[in-house]
């Protein structure tokens, strides 16, 4: 990883699939983490799901710095909300949403 970064920002969401769009739901997520991983500034992206099978999803990217983070998010909504709707029609409520600061040192993030 680059020596100049000081710091990444990595963007925390846990949701969960409506009843019955469960599986639009997860093609959904995964399509939009597909497409961030692709835009400079991204550093990874990824999803997991619960072990306890309650369906809850672990949605986490990183990017380089609260810009890169704007300028990707503003181009999930163009790009992909405005194709399908956005996630709001399959989500089974508001989801958990952080965003952290983190030392890239204490992440092994790929070169």
């Known amino acids: 990883m680059s020596s100049e970064i000081k710091k990444v920002f990595v963007e925390t969401v846990v949701c969960a699939g409506a009843p ?6 997860m093609r959904m997520l995964e ?25 809850m999803v672990l ?3 990183v990017f380089v710095d609260n810009n890169a ?12 909300d405005s194709k399908d709707g956005g996630m709001e029609s399959v989500l ?7 965003m952290f600061e983190i030392d890239p040192e204490k ?3 790929p070169q």
Do not use: H, N
Request: glycine share 12%; hydrophobic share 35%; aromatic share 8%.
């Open 92 to 98: 089974a409520g508001p989801p958990l949403v952080g």
């Open 20 to 25: 019955g769009k469960e599986a639009r739901f």
């Open 69 to 80: 983070w704007k300028r990707i998010s503003d181009e999930v909504m163009k790009a992909l």
């Open 59 to 61: 949605v986490q990217s």
């Open 31 to 55: 399509s939009r983490q597909t497409y961030k991983r692709r835009q400079e500034g991204c550093l990874a992206a990824w999803t997991g799901t619960s072990i306890d099978g309650a369906g």
């Open 107 to 109: 992440l092994r993030l």
